[in-house]
């Protein structure tokens, strides 16, 4: 059973950057797709962008793309979501998940074992 823990969340300033790390601790991490999703105060949970178990694929939401990248490292048991330019509308808590099929479609995947998320806050 892999279980994922989110970390690098804080505050930055409008226009800055935070790199976010979602690492597996436990169970077979590569072979699964990997999900970012954030959900800000008083809304729903929504898709920022994933990555596919390789690597080498990867879909963003069109509130971040040209602003956010997803890259892992498998080696590392880890998945990275690098946030530039950020505006105030990114504060949020910010999840990973893991695809629930090994070596999945990344458009057709579907998301469960959710970390506990990572609190990502800008300033204006």
């Known amino acids: 059973q892999v279980q994922l823990v989110e970390s690098g969340g804080g505050l930055a300033q409008a226009g800055g950057s935070l790199r976010l790390s979602c690492a597996a601790s436990?169970?077979?991490?590569?072979?699964?797709?990997i999900g970012w999703f954030r959900q800000a105060p008083g809304k729903e949970r929504e898709f920022v962008g994933a990555?596919?178990?390789?690597?080498?694929?990867?879909n963003y939401a069109d509130s971040v793309k040209d602003r956010f990248t997803i890259t892992r490292d498998n080696a590392k048991n880890t998945v990275y979501l690098q946030m530039d330019s950020l505006i105030p509308e990114d504060t949020a808590v910010y999840y990973c998940?893991?695809?629930?099929?090994?070596?999945?479609?990344?458009?057709?995947?579907?998301?469960?074992?959710w970390g506990q998320g990572t609190q990502v806050t800008v300033s204006s």
């Open positions: 990555i596919s178990w390789s690597g080498t694929a990867s």
């Open positions: 436990s169970g077979t991490f590569n072979v699964y797709n």
């Open positions: 998940a893991k695809g629930t099929t090994a070596w999945g479609l990344l458009s057709q995947t579907k998301y469960a074992s």
